[in-house]
């Protein structure tokens, strides 16, 4: 599997694209920036809907409202925020991919997909005994609370991923070069 | 009766002559004494617990950063919801007071965050910023980002709202989301240089 992916990551790092993206300092950067800057529109949006149900922010404004209307905003920063995020895979595909942090990132991008579903299907379900309370019941809240912790935990592996500790190229535990995926022999980092 | 040439926007007038101040402060070879003049204040900082952190634990100084992302995508969000309130785009259904009220309520948190985990890191790269053009224009955006929300933004929308001009309510939202997004960029512009 792990060779399967490493290949994969070589096919793509081959593409004249994907090293002309690396290779351009101010594309990179400006990729980068938007991808770190939209935070402010996608986290920003759903930290307040989340904080909301726990009662910490807007307790005096019906729920369901803060949920649909900053719902859209922060799409369109999810949105951007994922565009940016394949670009910055397609640049840097063989490192990223062995990875550790990387790795743990995307599990935790997949666990809170399950839990915004969750979250939405559960509160769409009793919204409106508890619309103007100013906290959510506990169940809505604790997925509030898993939001919270997913994504702040998304966002320190996502700062992690800039740092070379776990790379395949240093000497590792056989532990790490199995969760990075390091590949016997591989000649690319 | 006579009243005073500044009238009601005293305080405004105050506030944007000290942010033109600062900036004339800063572009200009004034500034070239003080800056000799705080040398020592940065060396001090890599000398203190912070300072000493930040640089020998990689992974404390990663975590710090990704806290003042958090503290940045939740300011940015209240600046946002408040802001576009207030240029009626965002919860256009809610009355202005609250959410200007409730909002700012959770900015400040975020702000407090932000210099909280911001004073860390300095800590930990005290010399290298004191060199990087780029971090003292985040520390002046970061300035009158301050000065605007707090003597200019906020009691501009202490007053009732319906009673403010709508131009001047939106040109204040444009520019409060400007100088946000503007601390913000120069901020990550800092990752880029040195």
């Given at each position: 599997m792990s060779e399967l992916i490493y290949n994969f990551a070589v096919w793509v790092d081959d593409t004249p694209w994907s090293a002309m993206l690396h290779e351009s300092y101010y594309m990179y950067n400006w990729v980068e920036s938007t991808h770190v800057l939209t935070l402010m529109i996608s986290l920003g949006m759903l930290f307040l809907i989340d904080l909301r149900m726990l009662g910490?922010?807007?307790?005096?404004?019906?729920a369901s409202k803060i949920a649909d209307r900053l719902n859209i905003p922060m799409m369109v920063g999810f949105t951007v925020m994922f565009i940016t995020g394949i670009l910055l895979f397609y640049a840097v595909p063989v490192r990223s991919v062995q990875s550790v942090w990387f790795r743990i990132k995307m599990v935790l991008l997949v666990g809170c997909a399950i839990n915004a579903y969750l979250f939405h299907k559960r509160m769409n379900e009793?919204?409106?005994?508890?619309?103007?309370?100013a906290k959510a019941p506990q169940r809505i809240r604790n997925g509030a609370m898993l939001s919270l912790g997913f994504w702040t935990v998304v966002v320190i592996c996502g700062r992690f991923?800039?740092?070379?500790?776990?790379?395949?190229?240093y000497p590792q535990s056989a532990f790490i070069e199995f969760v990075a995926g390091c590949v016997d022999g591989q000649t690319r980092f | 009766m006579p009243t005073s040439i500044?009238?009601?926007?005293f305080r405004t007038i105050v506030t944007v002559s000290v942010i033109a101040a600062a900036l004339v402060f800063s572009f200009t070879y004034a500034r070239n004494g003080v800056y000799v003049e705080i040398q020592p204040l940065f060396e001090w900082m890599e000398t203190t617990w912070f300072g000493y952190v930040g640089k020998t634990w990689g992974a404390a100084f990663a975590t710090i950063q990704a806290g003042h992302l958090i503290g940045l995508a939740v300011l940015g969000g209240c600046v946002l919801v408040s802001d576009g309130r207030l240029l009626g785009?965002?919860?256009?259904?809610?009355?202005h007071r609250i959410v200007v009220d409730r909002a700012d309520a959770v900015f400040r948190w975020a702000l407090a965050t932000l210099l909280v985990t911001g004073v860390f890191m300095a800590c930990g790269v005290a010399m290298k910023i004191y060199y990087l053009p780029v971090y003292w224009y985040k520390m002046l955006g970061l300035a009158c980002g301050i000065l605007f929300h707090y003597y200019v933004r906020r009691p501009l929308v202490?007053?009732?709202?319906?009673?403010?001009n709508p131009i001047v309510l939106k040109m204040t939202a444009i520019a409060s989301i400007l100088v946000w997004f503007l601390v913000a960029a120069t901020g990550r512009w800092i990752g880029f240089s040195g």
């Open positions: 910490w922010a807007f307790p005096d404004v019906p009793s919204v409106s005994s508890w619309d103007n309370e991923i800039a740092y070379d500790w776990f790379d395949c190229d | 500044l009238g009601p926007y785009v965002v919860l256009t259904d809610v009355p202490a007053h009732e709202l319906g009673a403010i």
